[in-house]
């Protein structure tokens, strides 16, 4: 019974808490503890729910706060196999995780940090102006090896916007070298690719009758793999955040090329957002989108993290890539 | 069938919300309640109390506990939300001001949910408080309210609540019925009772039907050469779930299988930790997740039922 027990790898989780619902830490923690990690969470805030409810209660976690927590940590002793960093509301509290990440990361370099830069979505900006020089600062470090934007995040790093594959490989470009970031996944990508591109690039868990689309993008070692994803019709707050934390499982535990962690980890992302579907149907009895504001349509929308415990490990690939020459 | 026609045909999840410390690292309070109940099924909202690097076990900490306004806050976000639990679990609440704002919003959800409430009321152990003296009377106002189910109070707990020492096992089998007689709290279990000079500790509990008929048991548990941890609040969510999955069933049942998987996730932290620093003598940190496999255990204990 106890002799093939394996020690548990070590995260440090630096994301939102919320009491209810699962986004940030609440979406990282329990899949990543799942696949045998030990996470350690530093909440940046402690809130009722995610914003998306309209009202929000509790507080927000200062800067002060997290270098307190921090100094507390190194005061016991640590070593963390990885670290993931997810939402921060403001530019102090952004700085001081970027302090710490910085120093953890000059004491050990096999550390692998993943970083998500959350600053908004489809052209609209959920925090502060001044947390996107903030994130370009923590990024100089040259010391983020994976960030997960999305489109909207991308081209506030990088300064300019992605409309084609030209604008998008320059994108890609100046991230790895004017940040050094060794892997870059941009997720949901909305723009046309040329028509031999679109065919090349399948999922087998599309569905034939809809031609509706997105596509994200996976940078590493001078490739760029373009997948294209099937539309799902819903909204779900704390899809990325699950999904940086099961990359960053992936990447920490294999050695083979980063577009093979990025398909595997988007086929469990099909998964779970079907059962949430699924189980949202079977709940309130039609596909529901959450509305932004409305606590009722909310509660209902939330991804099904328990449900889809036996999801987080699978090792199927439901996408034919096509590398974006 | 595959995975995904399976997940779809399970019942949902039962929702449990559990009120208690969050430590960045380690395993004590919500981060040793959480993913046990999680790992078994359960959809657990989780109000973090205070957020500290670490349990007070490591000889220091830092970090912030929420305000008696910040929790009032985090109470009235819930009161908004009002989603229908099936439990709710209460542990460390740093003040008094804190823990009626607590007390409040959980009586709210019992009154419109009918949820099992289940109650450790933290208030020190060994002889030591290590609340404030005003968090007492907020728990017997708690306790009295015909909300709560199951309390957890430890052997100090239980003597300050009910005014009596404990030194022998029937002083323990008082103690319990005391405190049903007190508070009108149906269940109540007394975990790790040292009687002085015997080398094992005791388990206990005790039933009180409604036509007052007192069922009252305990285990004889042999003891763990190490000072653990986060066991006791591993213990209480491990009973919360076998408790509630199981209604007809005594809760005798669910105390020993609780107490079993218990012991198998301290064993297994005594080795990692002997493995670690060559001494397993205070184990700082459980071993939850490298024990997960064994967070299902069966009960490998008799109870024994206290004859007066």
Redo the contacts between chains.
Sequence with gaps: MLEDILPAKKVLSIQSHVVHGYVGNRAATFPMQCQGWDVDTLNTVNFSNHTGYGQVYGAKTTAGQLRDIYHGLKDIGFRYDALLTGYIPGDEAVQAVGEICVDIKRRDTECIWLLDPVMGDEGQLYVEQSVIPAYKAILRSGLVDIITPNQFEAELLVGFSITDTASLKRCLTYLHEEYNVRHVVISSLALEFPDEVQQRTTCDRADPTSSKSIFAVASSQGIVTLFKIPHIDSYFTGVGDLFSALLLDRVAKHKRAFAENVNEILSVMLDVLHVTNRLVIREVGEALRGTIGSAESMKHCELRIIECQQLYQAEEKYFLPCELK | MS??D???T?P??LKI?SIQS?V??GYVGN?AA??PL??R????????TV????HPG?G?????K?SAD?IQ??A???Q??D?PYAALLTGYVPDAASLAAVGAVCAALCRRHGSVWVVDPVLGDNGKLYVSREVIPVYQTILRSGHVTLATPNQFEIETLVGREISSLVHVAQAMRLFHEMYGVPHVVVTSIHIPGENLIYSSGSSRAPDGTITAFYYRIPLIDSVFSGSGDLLLALLTDAFYRQPGASLAEALGESLSVVE?VL??SQ??EREKLGSGRHVKDL?L??????LKGKCRYTPVEFNE
């Design positions: 995975q995904i399976t997940i779809l399970l949902s999840p919300l969050h960045t690292h981060k959480t993913f999680q790992f099924g359960w959809d657990v909202d989780a109000l973090n957020q500290f690097s670490n490591h220091r900490f830092t970090g912030p929420a910040d806050q985090l009235r976000g819930l908004v939300l989603v198998n064993l297994v080795r990692a071993r997740i490298e024990a997960r496999g064994l």
